[in-house]
């Protein structure tokens, strides 16, 4: 089993780090609720286990982008 961190684009998953899954792999997602909100390295870290800066970094910037996301655009 593999863990992926990824963000919701608005139509697919978006891994935030190169994956080695096969193409039509079957998958099991959990969407976090209220991540945003409660953002912190506290939280992230008891979710993903062992997160480093930088991929703490990375994740939190990838949840801001999907804040820029227009909905009405879909």
Known sequence: METVQ?????SVFVPIEPVSIRINQPVVVTVLD???ENLT??????LAGSLSEE???DFKRALKD???VDVDGW
Request: charged share 35%; glycine share 10%.
């Open 41 to 46: 390295k506290k939280t992230l870290l008891s």
């Open 34 to 36: 209220d991540v945003r």
């Open 6 to 10: 990824a963000y919701y684009d608005g």
């Open 55 to 57: 991929g703490y970094n």
């Open 66 to 68: 999907t804040e820029e």
